[in-house]
């Protein structure tokens, strides 16, 4: 069974710029959450998707966005990049039943200058 | 607000001892995980604990769950170097992705 999958793995951005991170979840799985993780904050939530609608979201601008696709995959969108956006993006999938829990990618670093 | 304290943060220890990390959270939760992570690696899922009383083991690691006093322990016996690495609990809000982390237990095992 594949895991997740992120792309790219490694990102340097302008300030001011734009970035779109994707992730594509496990087969089968319907939920994609989104964590930004800093040196400074640690791991945050930023939101989670199921079939194609935010079900959550955490305390974040709104200059971050995302979305969910019919076959599952997410994106999320950085408009306007500040220097403090600079971290490691994770994404997690996850199941019910049997396959509940949460498997995280391997993650897009991003780095902005 | 809830908080997941994790303690302690950084951890040297020999190799062969027995060590324990503390995962304390602030609200009720049925549903709390542990992940490992290697510098500049992702997570990897370590144990998913659903409910209270839960004990489950992998190799040298033990993982424990008692919801009435919202405290998970992550037991680690008879360590060895490839131990090392960052340790984090995460408590399950709502079941829709809100995973809340611990700060992360910075593990280090010394020969």
């Known amino acids: 069974k594949a895991g997740v999958t992120q792309t790219p793995r490694y990102l340097i951005k302008t300030r001011g710029q734009q970035v779109t991170l994707s992730c594509s979840p496990i087969?089968?799985?319907?939920?994609v959450s989104w964590y930004q993780q800093t040196p400074g904050q640690g791991l945050q939530f930023l939101f989670e998707?199921?079939?194609?609608?935010?079900?959550n979201k955490g305390n974040f601008p709104g200059r971050f966005s995302g979305r969910q696709f019919s076959n599952s995959r997410s994106e999320m969108n950085v408009s306007t990049l500040e220097l403090g956006d600079s971290a490691l993006y994770l994404c997690?999938?996850?199941?019910?039943?049997?396959?509940?829990?949460?498997?995280f990618g391997s993650g897009t670093r991003l780095t902005v200058v | 607000e809830l908080k997941v304290e994790q303690n302690p943060l950084f951890l040297s220890m020999q190799e062969g001892k027995n060590y324990t990390i503390y995962c304390n959270y602030s609200?009720?939760?049925?549903?709390l995980y542990w992940y490992r992570q290697d510098p500049g690696k992702s997570l990897e899922s370590l144990f998913v604990?659903?409910?209270?009383?839960a004990v489950k083991q992998e190799g040298r690691l033990m993982a424990s769950l008692d919801t009435k006093a919202r405290l998970s322990t992550l037991h680690i016996t008879a360590a060895v170097h490839d131990l090392s690495a960052t340790y984090f609990c995460?408590?399950?809000?709502?079941?829709?992705?809100?995973?809340?982390f611990g700060k992360g237990t910075k593990l280090s095992v010394k020969p």
């Open positions: 997690a999938s996850s199941g019910t039943g049997a396959d509940y829990g949460y498997t």
């Open positions: 087969s089968g799985h319907r939920s």
């Open positions: 998707y199921f079939s194609e609608t935010q079900r």
């Open positions: 609200t009720t939760s049925d549903r």
């Open positions: 604990l659903l409910s209270n009383g």
């Open positions: 995460a408590v399950d809000l709502r079941s829709q992705g809100n995973l809340i």
